[in-house]
């Protein structure tokens, strides 16, 4: 199996995850606040702290499955644990400047660009 293959398969598992649980916390607690991503982005975030480690002291997994597992299937469910882990690995050597500018960078950085996105949509699509 082949890396592009196992990050395929892994992340159709993972979006469907995610599509599924945010839909059942939607259901259950409402559109109010976004629980459904807040949950997936924390599980995530747990899940890839558990893999990493897993690999380091434990598992010797193949590169194939390492991928299947980490990019794909968490990087279908929430691109946000890849995100934990590099801010962890900065933190863990001792980076923590730079961590917190990765930290800061990274969501103000999405939330300004999904901002300008929208402004960009709304000027070429709106009426």
Do not use: C
């Amino acid at each position: 199996m082949n890396h592009l293959f196992a990050v395929a398969i892994g992340g159709a598992i993972g979006a469907s995850g995610r599509y599924l649980l945010n839909a059942q916390m939607l259901r259950l607690l409402g559109p109010a606040f976004p629980w459904g991503i807040l949950t997936i982005n924390i599980v995530g975030s747990l899940a890839m702290g558990f893999l990493a480690g897993a690999f380091a002291l434990k598992y010797d997994l193949s590169p194939e499955m390492r991928s299947f597992l980490t990019t794909g299937i968490l990087g279908g469910f929430t691109t946000f644990s890849a995100f934990s882990l590099d801010a962890a690995n900065m933190i863990e050597r001792g980076d923590i400047g730079l961590a917190g500018l990765y930290m800061a960078g990274s969501v103000a950085g999405a939330v300004g660009a999904l901002f300008v996105g929208l402004w960009i949509a709304r000027m070429l699509f709106s009426a």
